[in-house]
């Protein structure tokens, strides 16, 4: 593992810097025109070196350079009170409540209907090819509607948005425990029942226990989806709180640099989450006597 | 056939008992014909579940009683709307847990021809399909729910077909020009990217943790400034769903580049094969099931990017323009109507996927024949 990892590092440190520096180029490439149109009209003549640096330091840039971005997610998350409203962490929280609330929703509802669909063929046979048709709706385009439509039977702040979550992320949960828990082998469910085991207690002391490499596995994808649920469900509810709220601010009043600074935050958000739910998995499996790989 | 244990039609008896003792269906307009109609059927059915007859007649009175029943009982709310009772459900539920025991039934039909098992696999998912519509309607009809918070699916259906001309113009802006032309984009750019990773080993070592990473991003969160770049115009949105599929494509093209074994590599070596010769001829035939599975992966996500993308502003028409007005105007029905075609689209969208699927990569195992 480690040795893998090491011959990483050179490679994806060097296309991140290549990225960077596409970046720089982009920055001058995008800014350039406005700025030469706005020294045109004041009248100011500039050297190239001076130009350049006047393409990086507008205010409302095309598109802001990294170091501009870098400053602004610096002081809106360390230099600022975490409850004032341009605080990112403020936002990221808000986001990552809803976040939480519909993965947890989710996977909860993932979990119930994966059991409902091992033990009933009936259900096995109807519901499994809605739950796959169910993701070729882009329902992401319910957003709107679920927040209004709530709002009007009085059910406003998290619950509305953490539907969302709660829709994008129940699915991966429910295939990976569908697969999870018809994981163990014929041998294990014969052994199981020459112990005269009932169907419950194969559930729980064998199924259940396979399931959960399933679990985490699913559940990393999940918890993405879910965050993605919580930005989306952000944008309709006009703009409050939130890294969705944030980028539609940024969008109605062209703060660029404002909208790069949610994106990173949602993205570090992102990171963190996967990272955790990857950790949990390791806890728990190392607990659980799995060797790890 | 293995015998089932089957409890419905006794559930059945006694929801039926329990509607007997609150009738009658509709507290304001009572109808006995009606209800003498409802449990004539639904008793037809209890018994053919319950009692000893021969199997094709148990079928045929499951599939006649319970959607017999559910239809009188909806068209009866037509002239007395939200005036449904207690008993009026418990009876619905009855011929419910009918159809239940008809699915179940079918489920454990063992049958070698394969039209008869491609016919099963159509029917079953169909009825669920329908009951979830029909207890949708009788809910929202019986219960009297305001249109505003959910209109029934008749209404939403009547609602499509009065605007198919308004409902074609937007499929074609946000479909037609915004997602189909970030699609191919997108994913013809993720597949030559992996190629060129493919043949720089360093590329490679450094694009796939970083494109790993990238997916676990909420990259529709570019959405506003591809918006604020490319105008309100398709242009944006399509550029919106270039990014949004290029990594999927990427990570999945480069993973599937990778599965051939070195011994088949070698076999191409002795034939004295070049790099383009191996790529064409074995390894991108090999990495076509991973390059099918990011196809479908993005055919979902372009349709999201691309409905998303234009919340954020578009000319005065598309997909997400309308929904995202007709929620502001209350116009709920027109809402449904849009989210209906969107998932027959994306559906077919990705059923279309499936079929070349299907044909190209026929000899992967999932697919060859001769599985029970």
Redesign the interface.
Known sequence: MRARGDGRVLPVAIILLAILAIWYVGTYAMNAPFQRDLDRRGGVTRSSTDFFIATMTQPKPTLPAPHQVATNVFENTFLRKITSNRSLVYHAGVTLASTLLGFAIGTALGILIAVGIVHFVSLDRSLMPWLIASQTIPILALAPMIIVVLAAVNLTGLLPKALISTYLSFFPVAVGMVKGLRSPDLINLDLMRTYHASGAQTFWKLRLPASVPFLFASMKVAIAASLVGAIVGELPTGAVAGIGAKLLAGSYYSQTIDMFAALIAGSVVALLLVTAVDLASRVVQRRMGARTA | MKSLQLWQPWVVLLLLGMAWLGLPFHSADPSPGLEATVFILLLLGAAAGAMPVPNWLRLIVLAVAPHATAWLLIRSLLERPGSADDSFFLALAAAWLLA?QL??L???VRCRRRDVQAS??LI??M???AWILLFWEAFTRGLGIPF???PPPSAIFARLVTSLPVIAADVNQTIFKSVLVGYLLGCGAGFLVAILADRIP??R???L??GN?V????I???A??M???FGFDWHSKAAVVVIMTFFPMLVNTVAGLSVTSSIERDLMRTYAAGYWQSLVKLRLPAAAPFIFNALKIN??LA??GA??AE???TPVVG??FR??TE??RMN?DM?WA??AV??VI??L??GVIALAERSVTFWHPSFRSGRA
């Open positions: 239940w699915v179940a079918l489920s454990a099963l696999a079953i998912p009825l669920f399909g505003i918070l959910l360093f590329m070592r450094g694009l943790p970083i990473m997916s676990a991003l909420p529709i969160g570019v506003p400034i918006v604020m770049w055919s979902t349709l999201i409905i998303v919340f954020f502003g997909m997400g929904i995202s929620v502001g709920v809402v849009e989210i969107a998932a994306g559906s969208f990705y």
